[in-house]
């Protein structure tokens, strides 16, 4: 397989969120961020509507899907209330998530295997709806047969535990079974992208992967727009993955 030079940013705006709801306050605004970060050159823009909203508010969601260039990849947990939600926003996107109210940010990838008949419910009602459903799973074979077995066209793998390693061998090795998933998903026929804890510094060698499509990246463009601004850390960002591509 010839690797595509192309992979896409997709740009969470979560914490742009985070921070105007810890004062309670109108600003900093994350459609604003949003728009923003689409003229930056990001690919895509994710929000997460949780069910405490403990960031994104639903206004937030409603006012991006009808001003968004781009494609709003709308991720939830799979629930009723959300699946009513996409139905209604018709976004592009939908990622499944597991959610956790006592978790600080999503921790793990979704379990699909043991919620098949569950699942295939709403990839059904997505798809029906011309809403692509992409699954955030950790990198494992048998999440994968699961995605396939339910007709998810898309995945997203976790890449936390490559983002929090310590050594330079634990690296290695999560970044093995990322790769490792990424072309047994793409072989199976489903888009492959990634996203959790990606920073300028660990993006390069997930961006590399043969079958990354897209990189889903927050917090850390987030916190470099601190001290770079959002534009900036967007370009410094995307430049990164494209360059890995290169070589
Ligand atoms: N993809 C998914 C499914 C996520 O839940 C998150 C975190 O909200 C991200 C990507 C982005 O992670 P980070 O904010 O660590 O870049």
Redesign the pocket.
């Known amino acids: 397989m010839t690797l595509s030079q192309t992979i896409y940013l997709?740009v969470?705006v979560?914490?742009v969120a985070t921070v105007r709801q810890a004062r309670g306050v109108s600003y900093p605004c994350p459609v604003h961020a949003a728009l923003q970060a689409e003229l930056a050159g990001a690919d895509g823009i994710?929000m997460?509507l949780r069910e405490d909203r403990r960031h994104i508010q639903d206004h937030d969601v409603e006012r991006f899907a009808a001003l968004c260039q781009t494609k709003l990849n709308f991720?939830i947990a799979a629930t009723e209330e959300m699946l009513n939600k996409a139905l209604a926003l018709k976004p592009k996107d939908v990622?499944l998530?597991p959610e956790k109210r006592e978790e600080l940010?999503?921790e793990g990838g979704l379990d699909v295997a043991s919620q098949k008949d569950r699942l295939k419910d709403y990839v059904a009602a997505f798809t029906e709806a011309g809403i692509y459903t992409?699954m955030?799973i950790d990198p494992d074979h048998a999440q994968i047969d699961a995605c396939v077995a339910i007709g998810a066209p898309v995945i997203?793998l976790?890449?936390?535990a490559y983002?929090e390693c310590k050594t330079d061998a634990a690296k290695k090795a999560e970044l093995q079974k990322i790769s490792k998933a990424s072309d047994y998903a793409s072989k199976a026929g489903l888009i492959v992208?990634?996203?959790?804890?990606?920073?300028r510094q660990n993006v390069a060698p997930i961006a590399a992967i043969d079958a990354m499509n897209e990189l889903?990246?927050?917090?850390?463009?987030?916190a470099d727009s601190v001290y770079s601004g959002l534009t900036a850390a967007i370009q410094e960002m995307k430049k990164r993955m494209l360059e890995a591509r290169q070589r």
């Open positions: 997709g969470n979560d914490h994710t997460h991720e990622c998530v940010t999503t992409s955030f997203e976790h890449t936390g983002a992208n990634a996203g959790h804890g990606l920073t889903n990246i927050g917090h850390s463009l987030i």
